[in-house]
């Protein structure tokens, strides 16, 4: 049986009111249209995680986006996000950010292509409208632009 | 996972901030991460969940449970 996770988090947040889950207004469905081996992927995490070099999240209900470099050579990852969880992660980002994993995949032809950048916000906002009718939509329009066929959310 | 619905989910059994294996193990980073992907073709209709069917302990030992459990409570 999988770890009950949600009982803990509660009882970690405490006295906070415990985390309101929100399914999709409307349930979303892309057919895939393309082979992975022919397929360009991006990695979607919500982590807020960054380059070192690029601009902190503020630590609470920060709506906005990084794009961050798919090349594993372009810099050092930090994480932002405040959950409790990061002492592990932070020793290696790779494990919730497989940035290398998904290059080397790229390289043996598993997938197609990289995406040039991949995208990271912060996870656990509360404002559930907002992020269905402004983050979600330019969020998408990013990975439109980039020509991205499959994109991989890591939820943290 | 079910309760946010995403369009296709994958169930990795690691504990939470985990999910492609323990820190600086590259190889089972990939691992996973190509089972991930290699299960895209098998969705049917929004909203199922695939298990990947991975295991954090060899012969799939749950004492990991207790351990994140106090990680969770104690490191907040």
């Given amino acids: 049986m999988a770890f009950e996770y949600l009982p803990i988090m509660a009882e970690a947040g405490a006295p906070k009111p415990p985390r309101v889950l929100a399914a999709p207004s409307n349930p979303a469905w892309c057919p895939i249209k393309k082979p992975l081996g022919r397929s360009r992927v991006a990695l979607l995490s919500s982590a807020a995680l960054r380059l070192a070099n690029q601009k902190p999240f503020a630590p609470r209900d920060d709506t906005t986006y990084r794009l961050v470099p798919s090349d594993p050579a372009a810099g050092e990852i930090v994480i932002d996000h405040h959950s409790g969880i990061g002492r592990v992660p932070r020793q290696d980002p790779e494990i919730v950010f497989p940035r290398t994993a998904l290059a080397a995949l790229a390289k043996r032809g598993v997938i197609g292509a990289l995406s040039p950048h991949h995208v990271s916000f912060m996870g656990g906002l509360k404002c559930h409208a907002e992020i269905e009718s402004e983050i979600a939509p330019a969020i998408a329009g990013e990975l439109k632009r980039a020509e991205v066929d499959v994109a991989l959310l890591v939820p943290y | ?76």
């Fill in chain 2, 1 to 76: 996972m079910s309760r946010v619905a995403p369009p296709r989910g994958a169930f990795v059994d690691h504990p939470v901030g985990r999910t492609f294996g323990p820190p600086h193990d590259r190889a089972r980073n990939e691992t996973v991460l190509e089972k991930a992907l290699a299960e895209l073709p098998r969705f049917t209709r929004s909203g199922e969940i695939r298990d990947l069917h991975c295991e954090w302990l060899a012969g799939g030992s749950r004492a990991w449970e207790d351990e994140l459990r106090t990680e969770m409570l104690h490191e907040r």
